[in-house]
C-alpha cells in the first residue's frame, strides 16, 4: 500500500475559494485521493507537525474537520526525531522555510509521495535531493489513474 504524506495546505484545500478553477481541480483531486484512502488503497501518514500546523487555523470549523479527519485516517508511525531534526536542520540549509523542511523530514522517512499544492515548495524541491516523491494532487491522480 502506498503511503501518502498531504501537507496541510492540500489537506485545507477544499477550504479555499473554490471560484478558481485550479483550486476546484485540486479540490477534486483531493476528494479522489481521499476516496482511496477510506478504500485502502492508500495509506495517509502524518506527523506531530501536522497538528501544530493545524492549530494555528483561524476558521474553527476548518480546523475541527481537518483535525478530524486526521484523526480518522491518519496513521502516525514511530518516527526518529533525531532524525527528523538533522534532515530538516539540511533542508533548511538549502533554503526551505521551516515548516516545509521538517514537513519533509517527516515525510521522507514515511511515505512513497509528499502532496502539496504549494507551488514555491514544488520548485523548490526540484533543485533538492529528497527520498520522496514530491508532487501536486492533481498529477498524483493522474499518475494513479484515479477516477
Avoid: W
Amino acid at each position: 500500500m502506498k503511503k501518502l504524506y498531504l501537507d496541510v495546505c492540500a489537506l485545507c484545500r477544499p477550504f479555499d475559494n473554490q471560484n478558481l478553477m485550479r483550486i476546484r481541480f485540486e479540490t477534486d483531486a483531493y476528494y479522489l485521493i481521499l476516496n482511496g484512502i477510506q478504500k485502502n488503497r492508500y495509506q495517509m501518514v502524518v506527523s506531530p507537525v501536522h497538528f501544530k500546523e493545524i492549530e494555528s487555523i483561524e476558521d474553527a470549523r476548518e480546523k475541527v474537520q481537518v483535525l478530524e479527519l486526521l484523526s480518522l485516517y491518519g496513521k502516525q508511525p514511530n518516527y526518529d526525531f533525531n532524525k527528523v531534526r538533522n534532515r530538516a536542520e539540511e533542508l533548511i540549509s538549502v533554503n526551505l522555510g521551516i515548516a516545509d523542511a521538517v514537513h519533509l523530514a517527516f515525510a521522507e522517512q514515511s511515505a512513497d509521495y509528499f502532496i502539496t499544492c504549494d507551488d514555491k515548495l514544488m520548485k523548490r524541491t526540484k533543485r533538492i535531493k529528497l527520498d520522496i516523491e514530491v508532487t501536486n494532487p492533481i498529477a498524483f491522480c493522474m499518475k494513479e489513474e484515479l477516477r
